[in-house]
């Protein structure tokens, strides 16, 4: 069965202190995995597709890194506006189209 | 338009009553999906509507789900005889074909409140 764990669950940083995120996944075939950014009363913000192992992207202070188990968000000097829930989620190989996303990791970046 | 819209925004029904849940995808986009995201958790897949093929619909919880989309346009969920238990945002989501597939576009949400 795929399944996606994502941890911490809850993380709160100082300002400017960085940090990873974790995302594990068990999943039969991976051809994406996806890092999504959701801020309260709104609906998840795409933020980069990882396809194989070893592929790294960055966005400003977020870069996600990907191996064949797992895949890291790595935070670095946050910012009080990078406090978000983080969700990650995978597609697994074959016809489906449907994404399976983990529980998420609440960061808050204290000032 | 411009992004995913979705209405009600908000929803409080009673118990037993029937809701219907209305998304706008972005225009040119052929695929819809609907997740539900109850208080603290994750998102669950609902459905999946791709063009003119039948849905994916493995994530429905019960017989009392059930979505409609007509073409590439609007889609509707219907949740019959609502109980507790239904209390959750439900997302919806659309995305292009080919290569810009599976980047998911969210709307804000329909937050469900049974009481």
């Known amino acids: 069965e795929d399944q996606v764990t994502q941890s911490p669950e809850a993380l709160r940083l100082q300002e400017g202190e960085s940090s990873s995120l974790n995302c594990s996944y068990t999943v039969s075939g991976l051809r994406g995995l996806f890092w999504y950014r959701q801020d309260p009363g709104k609906g998840p913000e795409f933020l980069f597709t990882?396809?194989?192992a070893g592929e790294e992207k960055e966005k400003e202070r977020l870069k996600a890194t990907l191996t064949k188990k797992e895949s890291f968000l790595h935070i670095t000097a946050p910012k009080p506006e990078d406090s978000a829930t983080y969700l990650c989620?995978?597609?697994?190989?074959?016809?489906?189209?449907?994404?399976?996303f983990g529980t998420g990791t609440l960061l808050a970046v204290q000032p | 338009g411009a992004g995913v819209s979705q209405s009600p925004s908000n929803k409080v029904t009673e118990k037993g009553k029937d809701v219907e849940l209305r998304c706008d995808p972005i225009?040119?986009?052929?695929?819809l999906y609907w997740y539900r995201q109850r208080l603290g958790q994750g998102l669950e897949f609902l459905i999946y509507?791709?063009?003119?093929?039948?849905?994916?619909k493995s994530g429905l919880p019960s017989d009392r789900f059930s979505a409609e989309r007509t073409g590439e346009s609007v889609s509707t969920l219907t949740i019959q005889r609502t109980q507790q238990e239904d209390s959750a945002v439900y997302l919806c989501a659309s995305s292009l074909t080919g290569a810009g597939a599976n980047v998911l576009t969210f709307g804000a949400g329909s937050r469900l409140t049974v009481l």
């Open positions: 225009s040119g986009h052929t695929a």
């Open positions: 989620a995978v597609l697994r190989g074959g016809a489906t189209n449907k994404l399976i």
């Open positions: 509507f791709q063009g003119n093929s039948a849905p994916d």
């Open positions: 990882l396809y194989s």
